[in-house]
């Protein structure tokens, strides 16, 4: 490893948080009052992580796909934090299922909650699901693209996880359409770790699976077109898993 390559990744590190920090104070008063304001600033950020990262790493990030705008469950391979950040710089009205203790976090747990992400405990997505459906059935639930992760935490290049009902549940109880999305982002941004390598980190919105299928089916059709997908997107980055 060139110690070069890691100070510079861990400089990116230490800047993009000082941005977080800057663009979400200055957004703090105007997403006060227009909660529209919090998606600027949720975009602004994860643009300027994709440009800093070009810059300072030559670490390049593509959007392949039609990245959806319409009220839909966007289910996703979940490599490290970068394939969170490119995939909300994609879609208009992002909103994560993400962990509770989240919400603590400086800045991003005021924003994650303005834009409509749903916190859960661990090993309790279940209620969680439940009570997404409750909400939208109560209309209070914000318009936008929920991202889900069926996987239920990220899984490095190699690895292997098993794809959870709770995305069935949730894409039955929605009755939306479903967008699975690939990546192989994790070569270049680990799971864990400073290192940061350059490349061509990739995100890919795969064709829409239509709502209403039984939730087995469901199951089985996201798992195979994401698993596929995401071996031939780490495939072509040079990976021999």
Known sequence: MSPFRWIVSLLFSIQIYIAMALIGLWYLIPTMINRENAYKAVHGWCNWVRLSARVMLNLKTEVRGTPPSEECM??????????????????????????????????LGFYALKVGCVPVNRGKRGSAILKMKADVMAGTSLPGQLVIYPQGTRVAPGDSKPYKIGAGLLYEQLGQPCFPVACNVGLFWPKRGVL??????????????????????????????????????????????
């Open 196 to 241: 940061r390598k350059p490349g061509v980190a990739v995100i890919e919105f795969l064709p829409v699976i239509e709502p209403n299928l039984p939730i087995q089916q469901f199951m089985k059709t996201l798992e195979a077109t994401i698993e596929s997908h995401s071996v031939r997107l780490m495939e072509e980055a040079g990976f021999k898993g």
């Open 74 to 107: 966007i289910a996703s391979k979940h490599q490290s934090f970068l394939d969170i950040i490119v995939i909300a710089s994609a879609i208009p009205r992002p909103k994560f299922i993400m962990k509770r203790e989240l919400l603590w976090a400086p800045i």
